[in-house]
């Protein structure tokens, strides 16, 4: 059984920051870390939004928070009842994970009696735009004494950023002379780089006999509520908060207002209720169950719930940036993550969105364009921290080095080439699982000729020599930089070179639309010679003749052989970089994250069992898993060597990441705390393809399951072609069962 409910019980200051994203909230068009409404943005609070982004000065340009509609505090007899400043006597915060709603319950021991304070709230997803709060608070007391009680709610546009203010205007008003209950707030910022207006509005229902004072200060816009209090009695406030941009709309003012008031007019319950049928029509293609394994079950789902806040279902082309929707960690910015660790989760239960995605990058090619041109090479080099537009957001700095305080230099913008290959895989993988040609036939034939065209460009021979390298380059193990010859990029060049045959040969497509675009664009025959030969010359390093080992790069094998237990002892600061020029992993053998293995995840058709397996023990114990991609990619090549036991303690780790509250927070001096959806759709991954065994033979949908110990069987939905299917898989038997249309 699912218990679709996460609590922690108690007030600890230390987990406010951990909490923020173990209790998000969202949408895809907005996060909401899982804050208090009392919190400010010395707490982390943020209402974090998709798509839009600003720079101001030299700091990193990153995505918005938006004002906080939510923000709520509570006065009693002239006396504040908030955390963290007033120590409560019970606290718990609660998570709803079926269907989006944060709680929070908590009590103090008042002068006035026991007072208890609940809230709750949901980032709608009947209604992208759309914020709801039930505020609840009551005093239990023996006397009838009445209390001065004084509740301010409003909106806190004092907001927390990492590289802000971003808000270069906070216009606050509301829209009433008088101080009349159906007045709504309002806070405009404006954006400091492009002027972008960012709207939040409020309005609120209080039934109790009251009085409001508009009160502005310290950039914030409450809203005073006076009224009396009699012990026993549980008073009620509800909120209805939307947030627009002028991106999303040239009348995001007049929308944004009058979504407020015509949900105050639906009412609370409704909107929650229409809110929660969202989510269960999410859970309906998604849900997997797990016979034999609770644990394992409530922390796969509760990743897939992350999957769900942050799904761009408002538009047709977005991404999702590497930490989701929880914050301004690594500037919002998207990553190869999304094609190779979360697409199959959204191709599987959600293709539209899954399409999205990848329009997303169809969209961004002139913006790949640039960066090719701009480093002397044709096609396209897509951005590695891509923002919108293709911006490569990506520094030349990303860590600051923890014993001068100086920014070190990294190269992951410039030599991380695979991010090109991740997105043609994005596009093809699409293509063959969806069978539609739509992505192909709108730009995606173009994306994949580039792509194809900036490796062609990169490939170096040597005089003497008769096959194509590529150099200099960062695999998907950032520890060691400017390598030659990464197996995993090499591998993935010459997969965009066949994929972009595969289009040129029109073994992908009939499709006359197709063929006329790319005529007009392109020398056909010329560029299919050149990757063909490229593809047939093009280097990839083999399985060693006595171990089977693939080298991970050019002079692999020769570095220091150290355990990571040893290596972890010669660090001289908690904090220190382990990669980079002078860090204490570059010159070992000791790597960030799966890479041989994650190459071996995705050509293990061309390898026999055994040489995968030795890769896997190979490479494993070398391996610090230092990024959360890390661990999917072993779960998922252990199922593949019927290694499902090995398997499983990787899946956990992934499935765990957010749940557990304990994600790293530092690369060197840089914060990079948040959610991890790349490990969440590794987990989904593991489970579905790996310990379920789905896969496609001709064309048809197929199981060969895997089932770590303990576990007796499993069962989940899945979209194929258009129709939904059902997976039934138990120790006796396993089917695949058709539903029809999803
Ligand atoms: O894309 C990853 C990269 O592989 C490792 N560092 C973090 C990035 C974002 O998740």
Redesign the pocket.
């Known amino acids: 059984m699912i218990n679709w409910r996460i609590e922690e019980e108690g007030f600890d200051q230390e987990r406010i920051s951990s909490h923020g994203n173990k209790f998000l909230v969202g949408n895809g068009y907005l996060g909401i870390r899982g804050t208090l409404p009392e919190y400010e943005k010395k707490e982390f609070v943020a209402v974090n939004l998709a798509g839009i982004y600003d720079q101001v000065g030299d700091g990193w340009r990153e995505p918005l928070n938006a004002p906080n509609g939510l923000y709520t505090y509570l006065r009693l007899n002239n006396k504040e009842y908030r955390l963290p400043q007033s120590e409560p006597e019970q606290h718990k915060v609660s998570l709803d994970y079926r269907h989006g709603v944060y709680e929070r319950s908590t009590t103090w021991n008042a002068a006035e009696g026991r007072l208890t304070l609940l809230t709750q709230r949901f980032a709608s997803m009947d209604e992208k735009h759309l914020i709801c709060m039930r505020y609840s608070i009551k005093v239990e007391d023996e006397s009838e004494q009445e209390i001065d009680a004084e509740i301010f709610t409003g909106i806190d546009a004092e907001v927390w950023d990492i590289n802000g203010p971003h808000y270069d205007e906070l216009n606050m008003r509301t829209n009433a002379e008088g101080n009349t209950a159906d007045e709504l707030i309002m806070v405009t910022g404006t954006t400091h780089e492009s002027g972008d207006q960012v709207g939040v509005y409020e309005t609120y229902r209080f039934d109790p006999m009251h009085q409001q004072e508009i009160v502005i200060e310290d950039n914030k816009i409450l809203r005073r509520l006076t009224f009396k209090m009699k012990p026993g009695k549980e008073y009620q406030l509800f909120k209805f908060i939307s947030v627009y941009t002028s991106k999303d709309h040239t009348d995001y003012e007049k929308l944004g207002r009058e979504l407020v008031s015509a949900s105050k007019h639906t009412g609370y319950q409704k909107k929650l209720e229409l809110h929660s049928k969202q989510w269960e029509k999410l859970w309906c293609n998604s849900e997997v169950m797990i016979d034999g394994d609770d644990e394992a079950m409530e922390a796969l789902n509760y990743s897939l719930y992350h999957l769900h806040c942050i799904a761009p279902r408002h538009t047709d082309h977005l991404s999702i940036a590497?930490?989701g929707l929880s914050g301004q960690t690594?500037k919002g910015a998207v990553?190869?993550?999304t094609e190779m660790f979360m697409l199959d989760f959204f191709l599987f239960t959600e293709p539209e969105v899954a399409k999205t995605l990848l329009k997303y990058r169809i969209d961004t090619l002139p913006g790949a364009k640039k960066k090719a041109e701009y480093y002397g090479y044709q096609g396209a080099f897509y951005a590695?921290?891509s923002q919108e537009g293709g911006y490569d957001a990506c520094s030349d700095y990303n860590v600051t080095d923890v014993f001068t305080g100086r920014q070190m230099r990294t190269y992951?913008k410039d030599k991380?080439i695979h991010i090109s290959a991740a997105v043609v895989y994005g596009i093809m993988r699409y293509v063959n699982y969806t069978g539609s040609l739509e992505l192909l036939a709108d730009g995606g034939a173009e994306v994949i000729l580039e792509c194809a065209s900036f490796y062609y460009d990169l490939l170096v021979k040597k005089v003497r020599g008769d096959r194509y390298e590529l150099h200099d380059v960062i695999g998907?193990d950032?520890y060691h930089e400017r390598v030659n010859n990464n197996t995993y990029t090499n591998r993935m060049a010459k997969y965009t070179f066949d994929s972009a045959i595969q289009i040129l040969r029109k073994l992908v497509y009939q499709d006359v639309r197709i063929e006329e675009r790319l005529k007009d664009r392109y020398d056909l025959t010329g560029l299919l010679e050149q990757f063909q030969d490229a593809s047939d010359r093009l280097y990839i390093p083999e399985p060693d003749q006595k171990g089977g080992v693939i080298e991970q790069f050019d002079g692999y094998f020769a570095l220091e052989e150290v355990s990571i237990e040893e290596l972890k002892g010669r660090l001289l600061h908690d904090k220190e970089y382990w990669g980079g020029a002078y860090g204490i992993a570059t010159h070992t053998k000791v790597i960030?994250?799966a890479d041989v293995v994650t190459m071996l995840n995705l050509f293990s058709q061309d390898y026999e069992e055994e040489i995968l397996s030795k890769n896997w023990e190979y490479y494993e114990p070398r391996t610090e898993h230092?990024?959360?991609?890390s661990a999917c990619m072993y779960a998922i090549l252990a199922c593949k060597c019927h290694m499902p036991e090995k398997a499983y303690p990787f899946f956990m780790k992934s499935a765990l990441s957010d749940i557990s509250g304990k994600g790293k927070e530092w690369?060197g001096l840089i914060y990079?705390g948040g959610t991890?959806p790349?490990s969440s759709g590794g987990a989904y991954m593991t489970a579905i393809e790996g310990f379920a065994g789905v896969h496609l033979e001709q064309g048809e949908l197929k199981i060969k399951p895997c089932l770590p110990p303990g576990w007796n069987g499993m069962s989940f939905p899945i979209i194929y072609r258009d129709e939904l299917y059902r997976v039934e898989i138990t120790k006796e038997q396993s089917s695949i069962h058709n539903l029809g249309k999803p």
């Open positions: 590497a930490r690594y990553f190869w993550d590695w921290e992951f991380q998907p950032e960030k994250q230092g990024s959360s991609l690369a990079i991890h790349a």
